[in-house]
C-alpha cells in the first residue's frame, strides 16, 4: 500500500507526454471539498469542485475551498468540469472557480447542472453547461469520458470513465449499491463490469463509508419510520435534512399526504433546490400539500409539516436559529423535529448543541441515533467489495474520506486480491501519475485551505484564525501610553483595558507600577528612546508575565506607545 500522509515530498517532476497526471486538489483528508484534476497533454480535466463546512476551530469562517493555485495560471488548458452529482462538497466551489475564468464548460446531468446554474445566478455568472446522461459518451480534449449511473443520496448522479492514451480512470463520485431505490435508479453495475473487462487502470473510489461493514440499509426502510412518526405526532413535525436531499423529502411530502398535513419549505436553498427538482419531475408533489412558510400561522400546529436545512448545526441554518429562538418559526412542547441527515465528521459538537436547544425548549428530537430516519448515500464496505471483484482494476485510489475511511478503503481492495503496492492513498496536493499501467506518487504541490470570510476569499489565513480562537478563548487587553518625542519619559498611561478575561479592570492596577518600571528602564536606554516598537514589546512583555502566573490566562495583547 502506498502510503505517505505525514513525510514532506518534493515537488513532481514535469508531466510527461505518455503519463496521465492526477492531482487531487481536495477530498483526500475531508468529507468534503471534493475536487480532482486529471492532467494529460498539457490539457486538464477536472472533476468535482466543492466545498467544505468550517468546525468551530475555525470561527467567521463560512465556506472552505479548493487550493486554485495549482490551476490559476493554466486556466486556458482545462478542457471542462464534469460535476458527479449536486451535493455542495461536490459543487459548491464552482462559482468561486468560475469568477476566474466563465466559460470553462460544466458537464453533469440534467439535476446537477440546474442546481449550479442555480447557485451561479446569484454570483451573476451564465456557464457554458453541456448535459450528459449514462451510458453516453463524449470527448473533451484528449479526454474521451463515459458516464455511468449510481445511486446516491440525491437523483441523477454519475460516475465517469475517463479514457487516455496513457490509461484509464473510472471516478465513481459518491455512491453506494441501494437494490430498491426509491426512483428506481440503480448504480449500473453491468457498466461497471463492461469497463473492468476493458481495463480499468485506476480506480477512484468514494470512502467516506469503508469502514462500515456490511451494507448501506435502503432508502425505502426509512419510510415506514416517518410514517409511524407522523401518526403519533399531536403538533407541528419539523423535519431538517440537507437542502438537495430529493429522497428525503419526498419521504416527508408523501408521509404528510398520508396524514392529512401540509408542507412548508424553511430555507433558501431548501425552496430553490426543491422548486427546481419539482419543476424537473425529480420531485413529485401531492396536489395541495405545499404552502408557503408565512401561511403557517393559519393552520393549527397538527396540520403543519416544516421541511427546513440546518441538519448539520450550522448556525445560520433555519433549525439551529429556530433552536435559539432566533427565527419566525417556534417550536416548543409536543412538537417533533426530525433530523433526517447523517452527522458529517467534525460537526457532532454542533448538531448536539442545536439537539440541547430544541430539547430545552420542550421538543422530541429524533435523529439517526434514536430512529431509523436516515440512511447514508455512501457504499458500507461489503458494497466495495462487490465493486472491485467486479471491476478488477490494476489500481486503486481511495478518495472522499478522512484518512482513516482513506485506510479502511485501502484495506478492502487488498482483502479483494489487488497487491499492496498497486492501492495508492494520497492526500490532497499529492500528485500521482499513472503510466503503463502502474499508478505511483511521484511528488506534493502546495495545497492549503481557502477560506471564504464575508465577501472575502482567500484573505484569512491560519494566523488570522489563531487570533479569533485566542480572542474567542482567552479575551484581550489593550495597554496604551504617551511618551514625551524628545526625551522618551512617560507622559500618560498606561492604561489598560480588558475584555472577554473575566477580571475587572482593577486587577491590572497591581501590575500597573512594573510596567512604568520597564518603560523608564527602556527609556534609559539612549537607544531605545525613539523606538516605539521596542516600548511596546517591554509592555506586552511584563503584562504577558504577570496575566500567565497569576490569572492563567493567555489573552492577546495588543500594547500601543505613541509619541507626543
Do not use: W
Not at 496521465?20 to 477530498?27: A, D, K, Q, V, Y
Not at 465556506?63 to 460535476?83: E, G, K, N, Q
Not at 452529482?85 to 469568477?99: C, F, M, N, S, T
Not at 453516453?136 to 484528449?142: A, H, I, L, R, V
Request: proline residues 5%; hydrophobic residues 45%.
Amino acid at each position: 500500500m502506498t502510503t505517505a500522509f505525514t513525510e514532506r515530498l518534493n515537488q513532481p517532476p514535469k508531466a510527461r507526454r505518455d503519463t496521465l497526471r492526477i492531482i487531487p486538489l481536495g477530498g483526500l483528508g475531508d468529507v468534503g471539498r471534493n475536487m480532482a484534476v486529471l492532467e494529460f497533454d498539457g490539457r486538464l480535466l477536472i472533476i468535482d469542485c466543492g466545498v467544505l463546512f468550517p468546525e468551530d476551530a475555525q470561527p467567521g469562517v463560512d465556506l472552505i475551498l479548493p487550493d486554485f493555485d495549482y490551476i490559476r495560471d493554466r486556466l486556458d488548458d482545462i478542457a471542462a468540469i464534469v460535476l458527479t452529482h449536486g451535493h455542495e462538497d461536490h459543487i459548491g466551489a464552482v462559482p468561486y472557480l468560475l469568477r476566474l475564468k466563465p466559460d470553462i464548460p460544466l458537464v453533469g446531468s440534467q439535476l446537477t447542472l440546474a442546481f449550479v446554474e442555480a447557485k451561479l445566478k446569484e454570483h451573476r455568472i451564465k456557464p457554458y453547461t453541456f448535459a450528459v446522461k449514462e451510458g453516453q459518451k463524449e470527448s473533451f480534449g484528449p479526454f474521451d469520458c463515459e458516464f455511468v449511473a449510481v445511486n446516491h443520496s440525491i437523483p441523477d448522479a454519475l460516475a465517469v470513465h475517463v479514457s487516455t492514451p496513457a490509461g484509464t480512470v473510472l471516478h465513481t463520485g459518491d455512491f453506494k449499491m441501494d437494490q430498491l431505490p426509491l426512483d428506481g435508479r440503480i448504480t449500473d453495475l453491468r457498466a461497471f463490469a463492461r469497463l473492468g473487462e476493458q481495463g480499468v487502470d485506476l480506480f477512484m473510489v468514494d470512502s467516506t463509508n469503508a469502514e462500515v461493514p456490511g451494507f448501506t440499509v435502503g432508502e425505502q426502510e426509512i419510510g415506514p419510520t416517518l410514517d409511524a412518526i407522523f401518526a403519533r405526532a399531536k403538533q407541528k413535525i419539523v423535519v431538517a435534512s440537507f437542502s438537495s436531499h430529493v429522497h428525503r423529502v419526498q419521504q416527508v411530502l408523501d408521509a404528510a399526504a398520508m396524514h392529512g398535513r401540509k408542507v412548508a419549505f424553511v430555507g433558501r436553498s431548501m425552496v430553490r433546490n426543491m422548486t427546481i427538482a419539482a419543476e424537473m419531475g425529480y420531485l413529485h408533489v401531492p396536489d395541495g400539500i405545499l404552502v408557503d412558510v408565512k401561511r403557517i400561522d393559519d393552520l393549527p400546529d397538527e396540520q403543519v409539516v416544516l421541511m427546513c436545512t440546518g441538519s448539520q448545526g450550522e448556525p445560520m441554518a433555519a433549525l439551529g436559529r429556530i433552536a435559539n429562538r432566533d427565527h419566525r418559526v417556534s417550536v416548543g412542547p409536543g412538537d417533533v423535529v426530525i433530523l433526517a441527515s447523517s452527522l458529517i465528521p467534525g460537526n457532532e459538537n454542533a448538531v448536539f448543541r442545536v439537539v440541547n436547544g430544541l430539547m430545552a425548549l420542550g421538543a422530541e428530537v429524533v435523529h439517526k441515533g434514536n430512529a431509523k430516519v436516515h440512511t447514508s448515500g455512501h457504499a458500507s464496505a461489503g458494497e466495495l467489495l462487490y465493486c472491485y471483484n467486479i471491476v478488477r482494476p490494476k489500481n486503486v485510489m481511495p478518495v472522499h474520506g478522512e484518512v482513516r475511511h482513506l485506510i479502511a478503503n485501502g484495506k478492502v481492495a487488498e482483502a479483494t486480491g489487488i497487491p499492496k503496492k498497486n492501492v495508492v492513498l494520497a492526500k490532497d496536493g499529492r500528485v500521482v501519475d499513472l503510466k503503463d499501467g502502474v499508478a505511483r506518487i511521484v511528488g506534493e504541490i502546495p495545497n492549503g485551505y481557502v477560506y471564504v470570510d464575508g465577501s472575502s476569499v482567500g484573505a484569512i489565513s491560519e494566523a488570522d484564525l489563531k487570533d479569533r480562537r485566542i480572542l474567542g478563548e482567552e479575551g484581550f487587553i489593550s495597554l496604551f501610553a504617551v511618551v514625551n518625542s524628545e526625551t522618551g519619559a512617560l507622559i500618560a498611561g498606561p492604561e489598560i483595558h480588558a475584555r472577554g478575561v473575566a477580571e475587572d479592570d482593577q486587577v491590572f492596577e497591581k501590575i500597573r507600577p512594573e510596567i512604568i518600571k520597564a518603560l523608564e528602564q527602556a527609556v534609559a536606554d539612549q537607544s531605545n528612546r525613539r523606538d516605539t516598537h521596542q516600548l511596546q514589546q517591554v509592555m506586552r512583555r511584563v503584562i504577558g508575565r504577570y496575566v500567565s502566573q497569576r490569572l492563567r490566562r493567555r489573552p492577546m495583547i495588543i500594547p500601543i506607545v505613541i509619541e507626543a
